[in-house]
């Protein structure tokens, strides 16, 4: 049996269920799952899938919405730009042919759709023979060609495309991709992998050495940036939140959140978060303790304090009373973890 082969048997009989691996495939389905599985898990994906395809469940329903809307069903997997040019491509597909293009050339061509995304839709859909490396696919090419340098880049990058690309000669093209991705998110894994229950065993040079964690080399990680807020809680008699429209910044625009700041060392919390406020007169003050929150590099430590307010609040632009729980906003899972925070100290 070829190594295509054994891969194919493999993957139809251990790939996970997933609500997009319907048979056929579904094109839309296919590509929003690709484009949410862009640096997020699929843990969180596979949640977030099942509501957005429900309340978007075609191109024509993201195109009638407002982006808004698309941001706001986006909401907890984070990188909204994916959700923004998801609705601009809805939009660009729905004014043309109203049917997504079947070859990866051509999806490419479309906002938000890169090489890896369009290959993958393009394979898997409509069987076009187009490799693709993610970092699962990477590892396990790595390793079973014994690959010493990176990759994901340059000579070695292509040298796994090339055999990736072999091995759909003799097998469908979806299903080899497909296959190497779940293969190694289930056994070819980082660490520890379990090359025994592994259908390209036989072929692999690592294993065959064993030596198969030798392989591919550690890639660098960006040094982390440890940052400070403040944020403003304001909360009205119906349990409403204070919300502000992210503008400015380069993270969490367009996003509504309870005001915030980078935190100033030379004035007090409880003074920056009255800053934040766009009117009314202040009343109590509270501070609970801090929440950590992370955002791709970035490490940031949260301090929530509630504002109490006399009187009602002059809203200006970019401000709104929501409810904190169920916003009907695009917003970040920074949100529920301050709601949850206000909430365990008030049953303390």
């Not at 491509?89 to 061509?109: M, N």
Request: overall charge neutral; some cysteine.
């Amino acid at each position: 049996m070829s190594d295509a082969a054994r891969l194919v048997s493999w993957f139809r009989t251990n790939a996970r269920p997933m609500p997009w691996r319907t048979t056929p495939r579904d094109p839309y389905r296919s590509l929003v799952s690709e484009l949410m599985a862009q640096q997020t898990q699929l843990d969180r994906v596979v949640p977030r899938f099942d509501a957005f395809v429900e309340r978007f469940p075609s191109l024509a329903a993201i195109a009638a919405a407002s982006e808004d809307d698309v941001v706001e069903a986006w909401s907890g997997l984070g990188y909204y730009r994916r959700a923004r040019l998801l609705h601009r491509l809805a939009r660009e597909v729905v004014a043309g042919s109203g049917e997504l293009p079947r070859t990866a050339a051509e999806l490419e061509r479309l906002p938000g759709v890169g090489p890896y995304t369009a290959a993958a839709v393009a394979s898997m859909v409509h069987g076009e023979a187009i490799p693709l490396v993610d970092g699962n696919v990477a590892r396990v090419g790595a390793r079973v060609l014994a690959l010493a340098g990176d990759p994901r880049t340059g000579a070695v990058r292509r040298t796994i495309l090339s055999w990736v690309e072999d091995l759909m000669g003799g097998a469908r093209p979806g299903e080899i991709n497909e296959g190497l991705m779940e293969l190694g998110a289930l056994v070819c894994t980082p660490a520890s992998p379990a090359c025994d229950r592994c259908p390209l065993v036989p072929a692999c040079r690592a294993a065959g050495a064993g030596n198969p964690e030798d392989y591919p080399p550690p890639r660098k990680i960006r040094d982390p940036e440890d940052l400070q807020w403040v944020s403003a809680i304001v909360e009205d008699a119906d349990g409403r939140w204070l919300l502000r429209r992210v503008t400015r910044g380069p993270i969490l625009r367009g996003l509504w959140l309870p005001a915030f700041s980078e935190v100033d060392p030379g004035r007090s919390l409880e003074e920056q978060a009255r800053s934040l406020l766009p009117g009314g007169a202040v009343g109590s003050v509270e501070r609970f303790e801090p929440i950590r929150h992370s955002i791709t590099h970035r490490r940031i430590e949260v301090t929530p304090v509630r504002i109490g307010v006399g009187n009602p609040v002059a809203l200006e632009d970019e401000w709104v009373w929501a409810d904190p729980h169920a916003p009907k906003l695009p917003t970040s899972s920074l949100l529920g973890k301050l709601v949850a925070a206000v909430s365990s100290a008030r049953r303390t």
